[in-house]
């Protein structure tokens, strides 16, 4: 009965929130660009260079930083990280700028997935395959540790990471590279459990990917359509049910996988089928709900970006990732657009401002838990 009451509390906060007055322009842009996730170019930052716009004039949720510019030179160090003092110098003046709980974030997994290499002074890391084969909870609780102090010294207080998809050696972009922990549900939870309690312990927030699962896949959605109808199981689901019902998963990151026995119309960011109905009603989540990159192919040769990002918030994401740091380009006005979008369709009731709400109300207590 209890459970029941406060399942209705939560639909009827979330009903009277969907029919909430439009605030001022200004407030909404605001609260749209905190749903945001982006990226630029450059080591260093001053008041002319793009970072300065996205922090304290828009006002974005969370800047992802990354070590290469694969939309440039692609080689080492072309990006945001060429070292350990460097980063923490630019980071400390992203936090100057911004006047609300900054989240800055970096894909750093360990292994072959690691923005903070030991090219720049940091410690090596081990991959997640090498912990779940090693299977000793000492072994992954210190290389865990390890990883999360240096990117909170360096200022990183989100990790885009534990992988907690299943380990299939023929998925290209995960198993093939060790990205995995394990095949086993069990395994998976465990790990990821000790990756993010020490994280935790350290000021930096975890995030699960790639939900509803990705490891079954035989090809990479950053370039292109990937159906995971005939593979994919609902044993993927477990590592992201154990973990959630553990209270061990601050923000969860989205896979742009279609799959037909879930939602026979929409890939899994875009489905409201996958993100409210499995992840939100099924599973009782209500962390943050971060998309994959919206500008990889899987998205973009299949929507406009309107509609991808129209479509990502009604399913139920809270906020949506544009790297600027993919195969499909470096646009410096991006994030303004994307705030244009939200905003319009707010506006004309593509988007019920309640979900604004909501995902601002997610983000902000994430943010306050690692500032």
Known sequence: MKRILIT?????????SLFAALPADSVLRRQ?????????????????????????????????????????????????????DQLATLTSQLYGWADYPLLIAADQEGGRVARLKPQYGYRKTVSAEYLGTT?????????SRL??????????????APVVDVLNPKCPPLGAIQR????????????????????????????????????NATSDSHYGFVDVTATWTEQELEPFRLLIKQGKAPFIMTAHTFNRNIDPDYPAT??????????????????????DDLYMEAILDNY???RAVVLAINAGADMLCASNNINTGFEADRPAKLIDIIVKAVKEGRIPYGRILEANRRIDRAARKVQ
């Not at 299977?135 to 290389?143: A, G, K, M, Q, V």
């Not at 998976?188 to 990917?209: M, N, P, Y």
């Not at 409201?272 to 939100?280: D, E, I, P, V, Y």
Request: aromatic content about 8%; charged content about 20%; hydrophobic content about 40%.
């Open 180 to 215: 995995c922990f394990g095949a086993d549900a069990q395994t998976i939870a465990r790990h990821a459990g000790w990756f993010v309690d020490e994280s935790a312990k350290q000021g930096v927030a975890c995030t699960l990917k790639h939900f509803p699962g990705h490891g």
């Open 270 to 291: 875009l489905s409201r089928k996958t993100l409210t109905g499995l992840l939100r009603n099924k599973l009782h989540y209500d962390g943050v709900i971060m998309t």
């Open 8 to 16: 209705l509390a939560i639909v009827l906060t979330a009903a009277n």
């Open 147 to 160: 990883l999360a102090q240096e990117m909170k010294e360096s200022g990183v207080n989100v990790n885009l």
């Open 304 to 306: 406009s970006t309107e």
């Open 32 to 84: 749209a660009a905190r749903m945001l996730m982006v990226g630029f170019r450059g080591n260093t930052v001053d008041e002319n260079c793009d970072a300065y716009r996205y922090v304290h004039d828009l006002h974005v949720g969370c800047i992802v930083l990354f070590d290469v510019d694969l939309t440039g030179t692609g080689k080492i160090g072309s990006r945001n990280v060429t070292s350990k």
């Open 135 to 143: 299977n000793s909870e000492d072994t992954t609780r210190y290389y």
